[in-house]
């Protein structure tokens, strides 16, 4: 159960409004959606237009306002935010925040006026984004003796703090790598997220082949350490062994190639090069930043153009590019995101060409195409491959109904998930882990910016044989890394209410002033419960006064109950009671408070 923690209150003798929020602070991911509680008590009874609420944010050192309520309309300052102007009548004043931005981020204040009481309370807003990683390049196949570049690339991450380590595993056994290491200082982008790379250059050894190399990253936004990993395959040349004639072989073959190459040099001075796959993921998120790489080796002279293309079949060509009109190619010209380094290696060049795009839903499918053009080649070299485009659901939530359901109900749970692509998704139900059939799902049904939604449902009677059953919904997407499960547990005899202690307002009481006695009742279900006061065994049945019951995120209930009276002479001693009775409870709970008195108001 979620500890309840009061940031804010203003009591008055005649009424009383309690403002609070379900914790101190919330931490949440970049482009998820957040709601900020708000709960507020009234003994007075709840009409929504007599409610005024209103959010704001304190970022540095400016406040301003982010969204209100002044009984009639919302006024959302910032762009779809709301408030349920439904759950006011129950003492809800949260706020939802769809599709967070570091923007969000800061110190939000709730105000709750119902006039002329008034009381706000405050949490702190916290955000992170999760890296995306990228290790470069993929299962290479290396020589004896080579030395070899890794890159580690990190995108979109905030905060900046971040941990890498490079590891090199054999079999079971991992060292870490502490040579060779060269790790960017990470800087913001345009979005406030950070970017950052780290390499490492290893020379590889004979015992090295079939060995692992791994980028491990720690940040705030992730649970655990994250890692990318890359096989290393080597060619090894057996030195030949043996006799004097193998040996005259050799040195004539090696005079031959000697003779072959000062031709080529002197006669064919120039070399195609030759041009790799497309190394690219296999899964790219929408809006995050995808990297592909085409590498060029060997070639002269330096000169070469390289372009880049995206599109489908039947797109036509966008744009004007620097290779030249390309009659197969009919794409979007996308070179401007690429950068193509050129490398000397002895009488050769090497270049590497890295495109960093960031696709959308409508690329899915896309073609991806590099085109490289250099003297030497007769034709223009082209590689391609096809991108596969996903979005991870935004919302995925379990929901009951009726949200109070008693034994002998039906009730409906129903397992949302919201914004999805691409369009396939499987979501199950399980009963304590088996696979249930009598499903009725809607969808997936188109929703905005060309994703989906669905909604599964499941009916089910409220029988003592449902009590503690655990229904679990199995949501399986392409854009998950694993089966995601959420899980609603069947209540059908309640939750017995937690009493809590009687306080007194003052805490010293006076003869002839005003004093108000007060009982916290947390925690329980059904919503229904009784709940009496007495004086010395005597029932009291006027001054007594009950908040609304506020229903937090568990379902489970909570609310005050208080007596108000103006203590005599004689009522030195006397022994309050407030007494307790609901359907899960099998006795009345009851909590006492002895009055002890002041003979005369003491001086402040």
């Known amino acids: 159960m979620a500890r309840i923690v009061v940031l804010g209150a203003l009591c008055a003798l005649t009424e009383c409004l309690e403002v609070r929020t379900s914790a101190p602070q919330l931490l949440a991911l970049v482009d998820e959606d957040a709601l900020l509680h708000c709960y507020f008590t009234s003994l007075a009874p709840i009409r929504t237009e007599d409610v005024a609420v209103k959010w704001s944010v304190r970022r540095g050192g400016t406040v301003r306002s982010v969204c209100t309520f002044d009984g009639v309309h919302i006024d959302s300052l910032r762009q779809e935010s709301s408030i349920d102007q439904q759950l006011l009548q129950i003492g809800n004043a949260s706020l939802y925040l769809p599709s967070l931005t570091l923007e969000d981020e800061g110190d939000y204040t709730c105000t709750v006026l119902i006039s ?52 090199m595993k054999k079999e079971k056994r991992e060292a870490v790598l502490m040579k060779e290491i060269c790790t960017g200082v990470p800087y913001r982008g345009e979005n406030g997220t950070f970017t950052a790379d780290s390499q490492v250059s290893i020379v590889f050894a004979d015992e090295d082949d079939g060995s692992e190399i791994l980028c491990e990253v720690r940040h705030q936004s992730l649970p655990q350490p994250l890692r990318r990993g890359t096989s290393i395959h080597l060619t090894v040349v057996q030195a030949p062994s043996s006799v004097a004639v193998i040996l005259s072989t050799l040195v004539m073959v090696m005079a031959l190639i000697f003779a072959i190459a000062l031709l080529s040099w002197k006669f064919l001075a120039s070399v195609p090069p030759r041009v790799s796959s497309l190394i690219l993921p296999e899964m790219n998120m929408a809006g995050e930043e995808l990297v592909a790489i085409c590498n060029l080796n060997g070639f002269r002279p330096r000169a070469v153009d390289v372009c880049w293309y995206i599109g489908k079949s039947g797109q036509q060509q966008a744009g004007s590019s620097h290779c030249g009109d390309d009659p197969l190619l009919q794409a979007t010209d996308i070179t401007s995101y690429a950068k193509h380094p050129v490398s000397k290696h002895g009488n050769l060049f090497n270049a590497t060409s890295q495109l960093s795009y960031t696709p959308s839903v409508q690329d899915d499918g896309a073609m991806l195409v590099c085109v490289v053009r250099h003297k030497a080649l007769s034709a223009a070299a082209r590689r391609e491959s096809h991108i596969n485009v996903a979005v991870r659901p935004k919302k995925s939530y379990i929901s009951s109904w009726p949200p109070d359901p008693r034994a002998g109900d039906t009730v409906t749970l129903s397992c949302v998930v919201e914004r999805f692509y691409p369009k396939p998704i499987a979501v199950t139900w399980l009963r304590n882990g088996q696979a249930q059939s009598s499903v009725t799902q809607f969808g997936p049904f188109s929703c905005d910016n060309d994703c989906y939604s669905v909604w599964s449902q499941i009916d089910l009677p ?79 049945d006027t001054g007594i006064c009950r908040s609304l019951c506020v229903t937090n995120t568990n379902g489970v209930h909570s609310m005050w109950s208080s007596f108000k009276f103006t203590p005599a002479a004689e009522d030195d001693g006397s022994i309050f009671t407030c007494s307790v ?24």
Not at 124 to 150: C, D, V, W
């Open 462 to 540: 409220l029988t003592e044989e449902e009590d503690g059953a655990v229904y679990t919904c199995q949501i399986s997407h392409l854009s998950l890394r694993s089966v995601e499960e959420l899980s609603y547990e069947i209540n059908a005899q309640g939750t017995p209410p937690e009493v809590q202690f009687i306080t007194a307002d003052p805490v010293t009481p006076v003869i002839g002033q005003e004093m108000l006695l007060s009982c916290r009742i947390s925690n329980f279900f059904p919503r229904e419960i009784a709940v009496d006061w007495s004086k010395d065994g005597v029932r009291l």
């Open 581 to 604: 009775q609901h359907a899960a409870l099998k006795n009345r709970e009851e909590r006492t408070y002895t009055l002890s008195v002041a003979a005369e108001k003491p001086f402040k």
């Open 116 to 167: 002329p009481e008034a009381g706000e309370a405050t949490l702190a807003l916290r955000l992170t984004a999760q890296p995306a990683i990228y290790l470069l390049p993929e299962n290479p196949h290396l020589s004896l003796g080579e030395m070899k570049t890794f890159i580690c690339k990190l995108r979109h991450f905030y905060p900046q703090e971040l941990d890498i380590k490079w590891i």
